[in-house]
């Protein structure tokens, strides 16, 4: 038996240079399908990896119970002390709290590529925001001045946004911003911002109340004991949570609607890519169907038949999904775009094709590449020996 799978699948891969153009039709539409479905998948994997990457185990957020959002929040300047002053909070060599209450609002920018207005987070933070968020650092330019309305902009928004370069003026809030440094943070939702001091930002939109508070922790083991702290002060009605556990929050719906959009979409391509292959596969059989009844007629079974097709099928099927993937990789791997994040604000990120994505399209590939080949494949071995050898 394992003969004859070999001898005629050899013999069926051989003859496949004539075959050269219906065999084209299978490879080009599972490249495609495959291609779609990675790219989409990538935008979902670069920003919920930009999202869940500005979080650290030994940080927490604290916003006003019931609060999905910084937005949504508010925190008056005694609670905000009281939560400083929180067990568990990591001291700087000064003793004060490692700590930063913030205040967000949206400013609105154009983007480069076509001049239209987006949102864009102008973030206030406090002294300590450095110590808290070590991963920030500046790459051009200086700090900027408490009040003075003076404000750093992340590498990302920088590379999205227009007037954003180092010493431009912003106008916003009847007054203009000056740009005094440019930071980057590793990729992380953070570079998509504008921040300046919180007591300067708290002023220029006439507020008085902080959205957040975020904290660096003694160690991750410390947030239990800091939330039941929090959660137990009946003069606090906040609710407390990890970073880890708020930025995971904020891309899940995101996250779920882009793969939902690749599944779907890639869905009906492979559906189209699976309809291709078996007409594809059936005129393959058809133009010999003279060579398989004669296979037949000397001995050969119908489990070779089957297999042989079926292994040319998804050998064409493998071959679609590494030209898929390889252009998904090439075209899309590492494109920086931006989109709406949780506050309604653009969220710059890169796209971000991974192995696991590959192993998904030859997954989807191959999954095509069987269905496409079983009919045809079972066609060709129940076809009566007699009539086929009669076939012109």
């Known amino acids: 038996m394992i003969k004859q799978i070999v001898a005629v ?24 399908t495959v291609a779609v479905m990675v790219s989409v998948l990538a935008m979902a994997q670069g920003f919920t990896k930009t999202v869940k990457g500005t979080a650290r185990l030994d940080r927490a957020i604290v916003l006003r119970a019931g609060s999905e959002a910084e937005l949504a929040s508010t925190i008056s300047r005694e609670n905000t002390q009281t939560i400083m002053d929180a067990p568990g909070v990591r001291k700087d060599e000064a003793g004060r709290p490692i ?10 920018l154009p983007q480069k590529k076509d001049g239209v207005d987006a949102n864009v987070t102008l973030r206030g933070i406090g002294a300590n925001a450095m110590k808290l968020r070590p991963e920030v650092h500046l790459i051009a330019g200086r700090m900027f001045r408490p009040a003075v309305r003076e404000i750093i902009v992340g590498k990302s928004a920088l590379a999205q946004f227009k007037g954003l370069e180092l010493g431009s003026r912003i106008a916003f809030r009847d007054s203009e911003w000056t740009v005094v440094g440019i930071f980057e943070s590793g990729g992380d939702a953070h570079e998509s911002e504008l921040q300046g001091d919180v007591e300067t930002v708290l002023s220029a939109y006439r507020r008085n109340l902080f959205q957040s508070v975020s904290l660096l922790l003694e160690s991750p083991q410390a947030f239990d004991r800091f939330k039941a702290a929090l959660t137990t002060d009946p003069t606090l009605k906040v609710s407390v ?11 899940r719906n995101l996250a779920k609607l882009l793969n939902l959009l690749a599944y779907f979409v890639g869905g009906i391509m492979a559906l189209g890519a699976c309809f291709g292959a078996v007409n594809t596969m059936y005129t393959a059989v058809s133009t010999r169907t003279r060579e398989i009844a004669t296979l037949r007629a000397i001995g050969f079974g119908g489990l070779p038949i089957v297999v042989s097709v079926l292994v040319e099928s998804l050998l064409l099927a493998l071959i679609g999904s590494a030209i898929g993937s390889a252009a998904a990789w090439v075209f899309f791997d590492g494109n920086t775009v931006n989109t709406l994040g949780a506050g309604f604000t653009q969220v710059v990120f890169h796209l971000t094709v991974t192995a696991s994505l590959f192993v998904s399209g030859v997954f989807v590939a191959c999954t095509v590449g069987m269905l496409g080949g079983m009919l045809p494949a079972i066609r060709a071995a129940r076809l009566p020996i007699a009539t086929a050898l009669r076939a012109s």
């Open 241 to 251: 949570e990890r970073e880890t556990e708020y930025y995971a929050a904020q891309s």
């Open 99 to 108: 700590a930063s209450a913030e205040a967000v609002v949206i400013v609105a």
């Open 9 to 32: 699948t050899a013999m069926n891969l051989r003859s496949l240079p004539q075959r050269i153009g219906t065999a084209w039709v299978i490879v080009i539409g599972i490249a495609v």
